[in-house]
């Protein structure tokens, strides 16, 4: 007996269902949790100094439009985003290598679907559980969080911000189904993040060149858009960025899409 | 009505040749020779709705290539094939909420959480109804004996009950077939007789057709009707298993373990079987058709000082081989 099947509402309760299970999957990764909350607030602390320095401990100074709080606050969206993201190009990799691969493949279920699912289910956990301890360091040192209606901006663009780096991972991930070894082209990736994603520094302290280029790449929209809103809010801006943050998940997801039904024709499962 | 048909099916790949050592990395390198391997060439199968088939072949044989071909998880490289009238690898999750599949080797229960949170998500994802699946989950929770350990982390299972749970999970929205890859690799000589009764009991009252390989002659002869054994990626033999029995199941091997101060040497002759080897632990090859094992140990009961005795199929690797080589001398 089973209900009607193949419907959107199908597919949405499955993924809420993997979504919930995934939730409390993670739970029993709680060493997991405390290693990456302790090396935030390491990695935290140096920039603080490092911007502390070269904002020559003066609060009001503004450097290309940031003051040495909201750049510190900046740093923490951006770092809480990145390390929010579960490392999908190692689960993917390891799946096809060891075969698990099979498993969801038997399943009446996107394999994409799937991974979306869970990936969303343990970044937002994260996404929240880095944000409290980024909070406990950058609190003391530059002051509380007060960015009003930013925070609405910061949680409304993190939605997309996430959806494009699991766009991004996937493409990478499914490299996996071809060539089995993709730790090369995620390092690439994870710099191209660090760096013109704006992870390390506001895109806007970029040389002009640099950020012409940014505007036509799909990382700041990962990272920069949110932190940056969050910190200087600006309805106009939220509303074009929320718009390209969509165009980007239209042709990303399209990218994915053929990807996966590629590799999926070319896929060689491992193990008995 | 036919379950599955396949015509030709078959599968290559292409696998990277790289010679030994760190001259022949670097060839592979600017050089990368490819050789095409053949894992399945063109299997033609026929099973019809409710029959319980035996998948056999020695390791590497296509197996499991075959059957993550008929699943749909792979895509074959020429042939068709057609499962409960879909084909597999065009509509994937269409025939999934038709076909139940058990990987021996690959766990479908979520590793850190207790088995029945798995089978809540497997409920959902095949989109049973609410009050259907509490039904089912506990029927298939009493007739597996799930009770004790429903509520138990996988990680702190034992295999057999691990495995137990897993086919449990496979036959929750009724499939109409499944696939069992080695379901009973691993476990002790109890918890296989009690999953194959579980899977014998499900093929009785719900006519699931069962599809499965393994490599444990006592799975095939318990639970199944006909054999399909394949070599080389192609079909070698296809019969019943009872006529498969009479003809090359009908050997047992009897391993004794001498009691000290016993001369293997003196170790007598037995009507309708021969020493296989002659040592601290000597092995009897029985033939049934001649003998009976009870006559067999009734002869060596007072003849021969032994501590332990034990009596097994003979691995299928061997009774494959033997087909194989009963085959190739009647080609001849």
């Known amino acids: 007996m089973i209900e009607e099947s193949g419907s959107r509402w199908a597919a949405g309760r499955k993924a809420a269902a993997v979504g919930r299970i995934a939730f409390?999957?993670?739970?029993?990764?709680?060493?997991?949790?405390a290693m990456r909350g302790f090396f935030l607030l390491f990695i935290l602390f140096v920039f603080i100094?490092?911007?502390?320095?070269?904002?020559?401990?003066?609060?009001?100074?503004?450097?290309?439009?940031?003051?040495?709080?909201?750049?510190?606050w900046y740093l923490v969206f951006t770092e809480a985003l990145t390390m929010a993201a579960p490392p999908l190009c190692s689960r993917i990799e390891e799946e096809?290598?060891?075969?698990?691969?099979?498993?969801?493949?038997?399943?009446?279920?996107?394999?994409?679907?799937?991974?979306?699912?869970?990936?969303?289910?343990?970044?937002?956990?994260?996404f929240a559980v880095h944000l409290l301890v980024g909070s406990a360091i950058a609190w003391p040192f530059v002051g509380p969080p007060a960015f009003g209606i930013g925070w609405l901006g910061l949680l409304a663009l993190s939605v997309g911000a996430l959806t494009v780096t699991f766009l991004l991972l996937m493409l990478v991930g499914l490299c996996a189904f071809w060539v089995e070894e993709t730790s090369g082209l995620y390092f690439v990736l994870q710099k191209l993040q660090f760096t013109i994603g704006g992870m390390l520094l506001p895109i806007d302290l970029m040389p002009e060149w640099l950020q012409r280029i940014c505007a036509w790449l799909p990382f700041q929209a990962a990272l920069y858009y949110p932190a940056k809103m969050a910190v200087h809010f600006d309805a106009a801006l939220l509303g074009r960025q929320l718009a390209i943050q969509i165009g980007w998940i239209v042709l990303l997801a399209l990218a994915v899409s053929q990807m996966y039904r590629r590799g999926v024709t070319k896929l060689h499962v491992n193990g008995g | 009505m036919l379950a599955l048909q396949t015509r030709k099916l078959g599968k290559s790949f292409r696998v990277k040749r790289k010679a030994a050592g760190l001259s022949g990395s670097f060839r592979a390198l600017w050089k990368p020779t490819w050789e095409t391997k053949e894992a399945v060439r063109g299997i033609d199968l026929d099973v019809r709705q409710g029959e319980t088939v035996a998948f056999l072949g020695p390791n590497g044989a296509g197996k499991s290539t075959t059957i993550k071909m008929l699943t749909g998880i792979l895509h074959p490289s020429y042939g068709e094939a057609e499962v409960l009238g879909l084909t597999p690898w065009k509509e994937r999750e269409r025939l999934a909420f038709r076909i139940g599949t058990v990987f021996g080797q690959?766990?479908?229960?979520?590793?850190?959480?207790?088995?029945?949170?798995?089978?809540?998500?497997?409920?959902?994802i095949y989109?049973?109804?609410?009050?259907?699946?509490?039904?089912?989950?506990?029927?298939?929770?009493?007739?597996f004996e799930l009770g004790p350990y429903l509520h138990t982390p996988v990680r702190k299972l034992s295999l057999g009950e691990r495995m137990r749970c897993e086919i449990a999970a496979s036959f929750l929205h009724r499939p109409q077939l499944l696939f069992m890859d080695e379901p009973t690799i691993g476990l002790d000589a109890v918890v296989k007789q009690r999953i194959r009764e579980l899977i014998r009991e499900r093929n009785r009252e719900e006519g699931t057709t069962v599809f499965l390989t393994s490599h444990d002659a006592g799975d095939v002869e318990s639970l199944c009707s006909r054999a399909v054994v394949i070599h080389h990626g192609g079909v070698l033999i296809d019969e019943p298993v009872e006529r498969m029995k009479r003809e090359v199941l009908s050997r047992k091997l009897v391993t004794l373990k001498l009691a000290e101060g016993f001369d293997a040497a003196t170790l007598p002759d037995i009507e309708g079987?021969?020493?296989e080897s002659r040592g601290g632990n000597c092995r009897l090859a029985v033939d049934l058709k001649l003998t009976t094992i009870e006559r067999?140990?009734?002869?060596?009961?007072?003849?021969?000082?032994?501590?332990?005795?034990?009596?097994e199929d003979p691995p299928l690797e061997e009774i494959i081989k033997h087909i194989y080589g009963m085959r190739e001398g009647a080609e001849r």
């Open chain 1, 24 to 33: 409390r999957h993670q739970l029993a990764y709680k060493t997991d949790f």
């Open chain 1, 49 to 72: 100094q490092l911007w502390s320095a070269a904002y020559g401990g003066d609060y009001e100074l503004v450097i290309s439009g940031f003051t040495l709080k909201q750049i510190v």
């Open chain 1, 96 to 126: 096809v290598k060891n075969g698990d691969v099979a498993i969801r493949l038997i399943r009446p279920q996107s394999y994409v679907g799937y991974h979306f699912s869970v990936f969303a289910s343990e970044a937002l956990t994260r």
């Open chain 2, 106 to 124: 690959k766990s479908q229960l979520w590793y850190h959480l207790p088995p029945i949170d798995t089978f809540e998500l497997i409920g959902r």
């Open chain 2, 127 to 143: 989109e049973l109804k609410r009050s259907d699946y509490g039904h089912r989950r506990d029927d298939l929770i009493e007739r």
């Open chain 2, 273 to 275: 079987a021969c020493w």
């Open chain 2, 296 to 311: 067999v140990l009734g002869q060596l009961l007072g003849r021969v000082g032994f501590t332990d005795v034990n009596v």
